[in-house]
Structures are given as structure tokens and as C-alpha cells.
């Protein structure tokens, strides 16, 4: 199966700042890559869908101009939360879209911001 | 859209005993259901899954059923393990993709011995 590598693996920042969080599809390429939140104890939220090329589908909710998300090229994907307050804190994870198969995580990013 | 309930929340048997834990979605549309154990600070792994052209899906101690009539699925684990505790997530997915996934609220599998 497709393997998915994401950095960092945890990060902590400022309120305020902005944190770059990367997706890559190390040995396929992925024109559609998904962006899911998790809090601790709960389940894994689809913040949106990446689409390499073009703009990104958020789901109902989901600030786009918070979390800009971006797919440049086939194998990486980057989720940007924008001016983050500490209740942006959460557990960041992407998956990679390999045809009609299941779906491969990445090791997800814990972002505390304080 | 879709949403999916699961339960329970937290299950506890006993080393050597059988887990249930069931699932129920609410888009008639979804095709495909995957279940998925979840370390604590890890990726979610995927243990089994099914189409929902199959009605039952075995791999070793572990099983999953689905009814498409009544919308619901369930995962079964037999002869539990320690190793088996976890968080175990169900998920359904639209046609075309497995991976958009919709996630249940996870069940919280205690085995002990």
C-alpha cells in the first residue's frame, strides 16, 4: 500500500503564529489527499479535501482561511493553520487516496499551541 | 451527509472472551466500511473492511457484518487478546472513494486478564 509520511510528527507554537503541517505520498502519486482533525478521546473529523492542482473542498464548518490547505504537486499536500489559538490544539492527520483501495494515514501531527 | 453511530464507548471483557461493537450509518449510498484500531498517539490501522456487495468478512479472530437493509455493521473479535485493547474506529465511505471517510465515535476496548 501507499506509504504516507507527515512532518512534524509535534509542534508546539505561539498564539498567533501560523504552522505549516506536510502530507507526502512517498510512493504514489495522489492527486486527492484528505485532511481529518482529531481532539483527545474523539474521533477523526474530515477537515477537507485536498486536490492536487486545484483548490481544496472544505467541509461544512471549516474555516478555509484558517486552515489554507494546498496541493502543488502529485506527492505533497500542506495544511497551514493560520493565526492559531490554543484551541486549534488537536491531533492533525492526512490520508492518501490510492485508487479504490483503503485508505493509508500518515503518522499525524500533534499541534499544541500555547 | 453522512453519520455514523457507534457503540458502546467503552468495552471491557475479559482475556480469551468475545468483543462486539456495532455501527450504524445513515447514507443509504455508502459502499464501503472499514474498521480501524487506533493506538493511542498513532495513525489509525486498518484491521478489516467490507463492500457492501459482501454480507460477512472473516480474517482470523477477527469478523464484520453488514446489513444493508437495516444500515448497520458490526465488527466482531473472538479469543481477545491484551494486545487487542485499543481505540477501535468503524468508518463508511460514498462510492468512488474509500478513502473520504466518516468515522464513528470510536469504542475504547479494554482486555484484561
Known amino acids: 500500500g501507499a506509504v504516507v509520511s507527515q512532518h512534524p510528527s509535534r509542534v508546539i507554537c505561539k498564539s498567533g503564529t501560523s504552522v505549516k503541517i506536510e502530507c507526502r505520498s512517498l510512493?504514489?502519486?495522489?492527486?486527492?489527499m484528505f485532511w481529518y482533525r482529531q481532539f483527545p478521546k474523539k474521533s477523526l473529523m474530515l477537515m477537507a479535501t485536498s486536490n492536487e492542482g486545484s483548490k481544496a473542498t472544505y467541509e461544512q464548518g471549516v474555516e478555509k482561511d484558517k486552515f489554507l490547505i494546498n496541493h502543488a504537486s502529485l506527492t505533497l499536500s500542506t495544511l497551514t493553520v493560520t493565526s492559531a489559538h490554543p484551541e486549534d490544539s488537536s491531533f492533525y492527520i492526512c490520508s492518501v487516496q490510492q485508487g479504490w483501495t483503503e485508505a493509508f494515514f500518515g503518522q499525524g501531527t500533534r499541534l499544541t499551541v500555547v | 451527509g453522512e453519520n455514523v453511530e457507534q457503540h458502546p464507548s467503552t468495552l471491557s471483557v475479559q482475556e480469551g472472551d468475545s468483543a462486539v461493537i456495532k455501527c450504524t450509518y445513515s447514507d443509504s449510498a455508502s459502499n464501503y466500511f472499514p474498521w480501524y484500531k487506533q493506538e493511542l498517539g498513532k495513525r489509525p490501522q486498518l484491521i478489516i473492511d467490507?463492500?457492501?456487495?459482501?454480507g460477512e468478512k472473516k480474517d482470523q479472530r477477527i469478523a464484520v457484518t453488514l446489513n444493508k437493509t437495516a444500515k448497520h455493521f458490526s465488527l466482531h473479535i473472538t479469543e481477545t487478546q491484551p494486545e487487542d485493547s485499543a481505540v477501535y474506529f468503524c468508518a463508511a465511505s460514498p462510492p468512488g472513494t474509500a478513502s473520504k471517510l466518516t468515522f464513528g465515535t470510536g469504542t475504547r476496548l479494554q482486555v484484561t486478564l
Open positions: 467490507i463492500r457492501s456487495n459482501v
Open positions: 510512493d504514489f502519486q495522489a492527486t486527492t
